[in-house]
């Protein structure tokens, strides 16, 4: 390639301590559009880096002073000039000698004498991956910044609709007769409430996601009963239950209150959507057990429904932000999107497990265990 054809193919650095090597590198080199730093020593190379990044470096080895291998490591070890490629050029041929090359961070090595089509060649390709990997940096950095965009919109939008919610709560209430009869009672108050609630709880989710993920929720722990928990959310959910005609059972054992050290209202949201879900996909007349079980170290709860179930290659798609799964087979959705993520998020911030176990037409149980002490803090002594 002729100059003139490319003017801004990239710069590139030589440094070798022989002067006809240098010129003729730098001659070759400047000849195919690039432009060339030269410099007869490593220690001058690095103080001209401190002012000028390359986009690829070619180093000798022998050198005195400072070897190629010592210049190689100082490059990986400055994080503003670790992505730089380097490719040694040497009359080192033993397979010791190329080894220690690629252990100081080269990315190739052309031995003594070349052939420069070769050198060409391997730096062509080397820039051309440098290239795509900014490229591919450069992308990933806009698209964060997109992301952070979005996740605020958001929660601004998720924000401001909790007071109008709040509201329509409110007017529902109000439009209740204070003494009615169940006969004469309005079934379509009763189904606005618990549509706000629902959308009530989809709101709160997505801004506990958001502070989740941003590590911005702290959590208030203090011993409480997961079984009083569970009656709470069993409550919670009971209106939306009796809609859907299914039958939310807490499995008794009074010995177990499961006492675990929890955030109890983080811990009820979590029962509450589990319970919830299950009841979006029990049959009409159906049943869901809600279990409590204490183990030496950590307390777990169930919720098992009877319903549709759940193919397994959905089971780790459903916890996902928007993780929406639906089949054209199947003809159902198996997630909210947002219900679900809560839990795991909030699970897993309270160093605990979350899983499914289901199986199509037979059913799902949803599970999550969390620790029942807090861990030991180490004492300094007295």
Known sequence: ???????????????????????????????????????????????????????????????????????????????????????????????????????????????????????????????????QQVALQEALSRLKELESLRDNLVHMVIHDMRNPLSAISGAIELLRPLDCSDELKDPTLDMAQSATNELTRMVNALLDIS??????????????????????????????????????????????????????????RVLCNLISNAIKFSLENG?????????????????????????????RLIFEKFGQVATREEGVKYSSGLGLTFCKLAIEAHDGTIGLQSEPGVGSEFFFTVPRFLQPVESSGD
């Open 287 to 315: 049943r869901i057990e809600v279990c409590i079980r204490t183990e030496e170290k950590t307390v777990s709860a169930s919720v098992r429904d009877h319903g549709r179930g759940i193919p397994e290659r959905y089971h």
């Open 211 to 268: 502070r989740l993920e941003s590590g911005k929720m702290p959590l208030h722990l203090q011993t409480t009963s997961l079984r009083a928990i569970a009656q709470e959310a069993i409550r919670d959910t009971s209106m939306q239950a009796k809609w859907e005609n299914v039958v939310v059972h807490l499995v008794e054992d009074r010995s177990d209150a499961g006492e675990a050290c929890v955030d109890p209202i983080i811990i009820q």
């Open 1 to 131: 390639m002729e100059l003139g054809e490319d003017q801004n193919r990239g710069v590139i650095m030589v440094v070798d301590d022989t002067p006809a090597n240098l010129k003729l590198l730098d001659d070759m080199l400047t000849g195919c559009g690039y432009r060339v730093l030269s410099f007869p020593s490593g220690d001058l190379a690095l103080k001209a880096l401190e002012k000028n990044l390359p986009d690829l470096i070619l180093l000798d080895i022998n050198m005195p002073v400072m070897s190629g291998f010592e210049v190689c490591s100082r490059l990986k070890a400055a994080p503003p000039l670790q992505q730089i490629p380097v490719l040694f050029i040497s009359a080192l041929s033993d397979i010791s000698d190329k080894v220690k090359a690629f252990a100081a961070g080269g990315l190739d090595y052309v031995t003594k004498p070349f052939q420069f089509e070769e050198v060409r060649a391997r730096i062509e390709t080397h820039l051309r991956v440098r290239r």
